[in-house]
């Protein structure tokens, strides 16, 4: 996915409402996961598993994610971390 001219959200923006189930790309813009919730400035992220089953979440800061919106104005993310170094992060506990 070409996300050149995709528009980055504002801090306002960054909000539980906004960024609760955003597609989370790798970067080699594989699908790695998606966003579960908020949790202060970390952003919880499910890994694996199939369609939620088995997932295993993730807290990252806010600050290591580019959210932006799609020429459909559906929100999504970049990230340089791996699928793989997601995974082998600890499981975040609430």
Do not use: C
């Not at 949790?39 to 994610?65: E, M, N, R, W």
Request: proline share 5%; glycine share 10%; charged share 25%.
């Amino acid at each position: 996915m070409d996300h050149t001219n995709h528009v980055r959200l504002t801090n306002a923006e960054l909000t539980p409402a906004i960024l609760e189930g955003a597609t989370i790309y790798g970067p080699d813009d594989e699908k790695i996961g998606s966003v579960d919730h908020m949790h202060g400035s970390q952003v919880v992220i499910d890994v694996g598993g199939f369609l939620g089953i088995g997932a295993k979440p993730v807290s990252v800061p806010a600050t290591q994610l580019d959210f932006m919106r799609d020429e459909d104005g559906d929100v999504h993310a970049v990230t340089f971390w791996t699928k793989d170094q997601l995974e082998d992060m600890p499981e975040h506990q609430d």
